[in-house]
């Protein structure tokens, strides 16, 4: 299958729907249609699930009503089977707690002619910040492809994150 030419269009399409979605509260239950029933994965703060099912048991199990979201970077790139690799970098707050940077990994496979989503990968960039100095936060997302008895990285995305504050 050949590279998808509108690979960042696509990217950045669904991270607007996606969040458009997941943002209110009445259409959250429809995320449900992104993920395939048995071969999807998420990793949310290190939990890892697999299927719709259980995916959206635990989106919908998040106690928050309320989210102001800033999406920072959206960085895409096609990948060898059809299928396109998103990093998202951006600050969220959620109710009344401060605001956190996070990123958020979405691997889409196509599935006819749209996508799904295989691979779900959610962190709060939560560190201790108690320094003067304190390091920047980063993103960094790794694909790696087998080759013989060792593997190479086939696809890799690097953030700072670095947000504007003002």
Known sequence: MALNPAYEAIGKGFVQ????????????????????AETSFMTFEGMQLQGAVKIMEKLNSLSFQKIDRVITAVDSQPMFDGGI?????????????????????FILKPIGTSFYVQHDLFRLA???????????????????????NSFYCQHDIF????????
């Open 17 to 36: 729907q996606y969040y458009a979605m997941f943002d209110d509260p009445a259409q959250r239950p429809t995320l449900i249609n992104l993920y395939n």
């Open 85 to 105: 690799l998103i990093n998202v970098l951006g600050r969220l707050k959620t109710d009344d707690d401060p605001p956190h940077a996070y990123s958020q990994t």
């Open 126 to 148: 939560l560190h201790n910040t108690a320094d003067d100095d304190p390091p920047h936060a980063y993103s960094q997302i790794f694909v790696l492809k087998p080759l013989g």
């Open 159 to 166: 953030r700072l994150g670095i947000h504007d504050t003002a």
